[in-house]
């Protein structure tokens, strides 16, 4: 059974950082694409980032410059570096799996989806 568990959310003042991070089991995702989307309440699921396990990684502009993702092969596990938060990065946070290897930014892409961790960004 194929398990992506989100962790690292909170509360943080605007301008501070906070670092998700996505643990998987179940198989591994070597060849797969990986994703964070976030999801604020009232509105859609949105891209946030992007990976591949060749390095190839993809941002929503509004990550662009302050958000890193990143992955952890031998431990399964991706991450999500958020820096300069702003009040509207305030959303749960989900990662996602794809059963695919190239990029993808569509949420109906993806396979596999953690529960989603909280991120609340204060003004």
């Known amino acids: 059974q194929v398990q992506l568990v989100e962790s690292g959310g909170g509360l943080v003042q605007a301008g501070g950082s906070l670092k998700l991070s996505c643990a998987a089991s179940?198989?591994?995702?070597?060849?797969?694409?990986m994703a964070w989307f976030r999801q604020a309440p009232g509105k859609e699921r949105e891209f946030v980032a992007a990976?591949?396990?060749?390095?190839?990684?993809h941002y929503a502009n509004s990550a662009k410059g302050r958000f890193i993702i990143s992955g952890d092969h031998a431990k399964n596990a991706m991450y999500l570096q958020m820096n300069s938060l702003k009040p509207e990065d305030t959303a749960v946070y989900y990662c996602?799996?794809?059963?695919?290897?190239?990029?993808?930014?569509?949420?109906?892409?993806?396979?596999?989806w953690g529960q989603g961790t909280q991120v609340t960004v204060s003004s």
């Open positions: 996602a799996a794809s059963s695919m290897g190239w990029l993808r930014v569509r949420p109906e892409e993806y396979d596999y």
């Open positions: 179940g198989r591994t995702f070597s060849n797969n694409a």
């Open positions: 990976m591949t396990w060749t390095d190839s990684t």
